[in-house]
């Protein structure tokens, strides 16, 4: 899943939880913690590290846990903690276990070295129109981020 799916899916499920049970949710973490595995990641994983693997320390369980402990003490990082699980639910991480329960499982497995170049071209392949699992939570973040805006702008316009 690239980033309208990580946001706007993660957007949408917090946006039904806050009218649900009534929870006061920071939106602002939910959209860092949508992205937070990938901006550690990618960067660390792919060009850090030999193994080029953009799924690694941040799409862990102990990541999650990290950051919920963290989020336990200060109050402050729970929809951070929240929208960062949510991010491992929409990767369907559980087909990666060595990820998934890293350290327990052994180190990350290392992918095939790929260039930049046809890094690149992967990506923009997921966006040719398809019934790709990519594709469509991409229409569906698609949706979901401006009828969220609309929403919530018109909110903020009605404030004092």
Not at 67 to 91: G, Q, V
Request: proline share 6%; with cysteine.
């Amino acid at each position: 899943m690239l980033l309208f799916g990580h946001i706007g899916i993660t957007l949408g499920v917090a946006w039904l939880i806050e009218s649900k049970l009534r929870v006061k949710i920071d939106y602002r973490q939910i959209v860092i913690g949508s992205l937070l595995p990938d901006m550690i990641d990618k960067p660390v994983g792919m060009i850090l590290l030999p193994i080029n693997n953009g799924r690694i320390f941040g799409h862990t369980l102990l990541f999650v846990l990290i950051l919920l402990i963290i989020s336990l003490k200060y109050r402050k990082f729970l929809f951070l903690s929240f929208a960062s699980f949510l991010h491992l639910i929409e990767d369907e991480i559980w087909n990666e276990p060595e990820t998934l329960f890293w350290p327990l499982l052994g180190e990350f497995p290392a992918k095939e070295h790929s260039s930049f170049y046809e890094y690149i071209e992967r990506i923009l392949s997921e966006y040719t129109p398809s019934l790709s699992h990519v594709f469509i939570s991409e229409v569906i973040g698609f949706i979901i981020i401006p009828a969220f805006l609309r929403i919530h702008c018109d909110n903020f316009r009605k404030l004092p």
